[in-house]
C-alpha cells in the first residue's frame, strides 16, 4: 500500500506543478467586473492620469510642429529675399564705376572721359553677369534661327546671303543655356523655293531643344 501511494503521489506531482504554473501566470489585474468600487476608482484615477500625460504630448508635438512650419516658412522667405544677394555684391564695383564716370565728366568737362568710363562700365557689367551664366545670343551675321531670333522685318541685301540677319535692333541673352531673351532682327530676303524648308527645319530643331 505505501509502495503504491508512493506511485500514486509521484503520478500526480507533475500536473499539481503545471497547474501552480498556470496560477502563477495569470495576471496580477483583476477583471473590472471582480473589481470593488474603491478599485475601480483607483483605476479610473490611473487612466485619467496617463490620458492626461498622453493628450500633454499630443499639443507638444503640435505645437513642435507648428514651430517647424513657422521657421520653414521664415527660411524660405529669407532665402527668396536674398537669393540674389552675391549677384547684388558683384554688381557695386559696376555702380561705382559709372558713378566715377560721371563724376570725371562734370569735373574735366570732357565727353571722351565721359565716353570712355560708360564703355569700361558697361564692360565690367557684362563680365559680372557673364559670371552668373548670363550670354549674348550670336546674331547679327548669323543665319536666322527662330529658336533664338525674332524676325520684326525683312530687307533685300544682295551683299547678305538669303535668309541671314543683316541688323540687330535688340541683343537676345540666355542663361545658363536657356533663353530668356530672343534677339530681334532684321532677315535678308529669303528666295521662296527654299526659305519654307528651312524654317521647317530650325522649327524642328527647337522643338526638340
Known amino acids: 500500500m505505501n509502495d503504491q501511494g508512493l506511485e500514486h503521489q509521484s503520478e500526480e506531482s507533475p500536473e499539481q506543478e503545471r497547474k501552480g504554473d498556470e496560477k502563477a501566470s495569470e495576471p496580477v489585474e483583476k477583471a473590472l ?8 476608482l483607483e483605476k ?10 498622453n493628450y500633454d504630448l499630443y499639443l507638444r508635438s503640435q505645437a513642435e510642429m507648428e514651430n517647424m512650419k513657422k521657421r520653414n516658412r521664415k527660411e524660405r522667405e529669407d532665402y527668396l529675399k536674398f537669393a540674389n544677394e552675391n549677384l547684388i555684391k558683384d554688381l557695386l564695383p559696376v555702380l561705382d564705376n559709372l558713378a566715377k564716370a560721371l563724376s570725371h565728366s562734370d569735373n574735366e568737362n570732357n565727353v571722351h572721359a565721359l565716353k570712355e ?11 559680372t553677369l557673364s559670371k552668373s551664366g548670363l550670354e549674348e ?13 525674332e524676325a ?29 531673351r530672343p534677339a530681334m532682327v532684321v ?10 524648308d ?12
Open 117 to 127: 568710363g560708360i564703355r569700361l562700365t558697361l564692360k565690367g557689367l557684362k563680365d
Open 137 to 149: 545670343v550670336k546674331a547679327l551675321g548669323e543665319p536666322f534661327d527662330p529658336c533664338f531670333h
Open 152 to 180: 520684326v522685318s525683312e530687307m533685300d541685301d544682295p551683299k547678305a546671303k538669303p535668309g541671314f540677319v543683316i541688323t540687330e535692333l535688340q541683343k537676345g541673352y540666355t542663361l545658363n543655356t536657356r533663353l530668356i
Open 187 to 196: 532677315v535678308n530676303r529669303q528666295k521662296a523655293n527654299h526659305g519654307s
Open 33 to 40: 467586473e471582480k473589481m470593488t468600487k474603491d478599485e475601480l
Open 198 to 209: 528651312q524654317g521647317k527645319n530650325s522649327d524642328t530643331a527647337c522643338v526638340k531643344n
Open 44 to 53: 479610473a484615477r490611473e487612466f485619467q492620469k496617463e490620458s492626461g500625460k
